[in-house]
């Protein structure tokens, strides 16, 4: 299996819901990532987990909650978003110290109404 | 901090012609990446370039990688319109497996 798998594919949501993105990957990989992207932008990244724990938060606001609950699972819980929050959400793997890049999911198109 | 900048941002051509996509970094690395991205889907790995003077080629493209002049480049020969996309450099410096995107090229082939 060479897939990050990302559920859902669209997401519309209110700025009052509470929603939660799902990646999932079965290559081994221990590191783990959450990139947001604008139109027309660059990935930017969020977040990344290395052996399940947090190593990187890219300052991104505290209604984005991400969660590793093994080495082939990351979430991302969303509360309280705003429109402006409406973007693709990519979710990536590799090994942690790995030359081979990134493997990217297909991505999650959230809207925020 | 690092900054990736890559030019055109946007190019324009017609199909058999031969262009170059450059990917200039400010810091020192000898790891860079080229993903492609379809409107409205992810990003595709084409090419891992780990040392200078690395070439890779894959149908019509070709990547290069000097480390010295922090540049990379993406030549695209005899395009076709199969190959209109975003195309994104991408550099580790070895921080924590942190990425540094450049803003894209995109890349019209008119038939």
């Known amino acids: 299996d060479t897939e990050v798998t990302q559920t859902p594919k669209h997401l519309v949501m209110g700025m009052t819901n509470k929603k939660s993105l799902k990646c999932e990957q079965h290559?081994?990989?221990?590191?783990m990532y959450w990139y947001k992207q604008k139109a027309k932008k660059p990935p930017e990244l969020m977040f990344v987990y290395s052996y399940e724990k947090l190593s990187i938060n890219e300052s991104v606001p505290s209604r984005f909650s991400p969660e590793c609950p093994n080495s082939s699972l990351l979430n991302l819980h969303l509360h309280a978003l705003q429109p402006e929050d409406s973007a693709l959400y990519l979710c990536a793997s590799s090994q942690v110290e790995s030359n081979y890049g990134y493997t990217f999911g297909s991505g999650t198109r959230l809207t925020v109404v | 901090e690092l900054k990736v900048e890559q030019n055109p941002l946007f190019l324009s051509m017609q199909e058999g012609k031969n262009y170059t996509i450059y990917c200039n970094y400010s810091t020192t690395s000898d790891r860079l990446y080229w993903y492609r991205q379809d409107p409205g889907k992810s990003l595709e790995s084409l090419f891992v370039?780990?040392?200078?003077?690395a070439v890779k080629q894959e149908g019509r493209l070709m990547a290069s990688l000097d480390t010295k002049a922090r540049l990379s480049t993406l030549h695209i020969t005899a395009a076709v319109h199969d190959l209109s996309a975003t195309y994104f450099c991408?550099?580790?410096?070895?921080?924590?497996?942190?990425?540094?995107f450049g803003s894209g090229t995109k890349l019209n082939v008119k038939p």
């Open positions: 290559m081994g990989h221990r590191a």
């Open positions: 370039l780990l040392s200078n003077g």
């Open positions: 991408a550099v580790d410096i070895g921080n924590f497996n942190k990425f540094y």
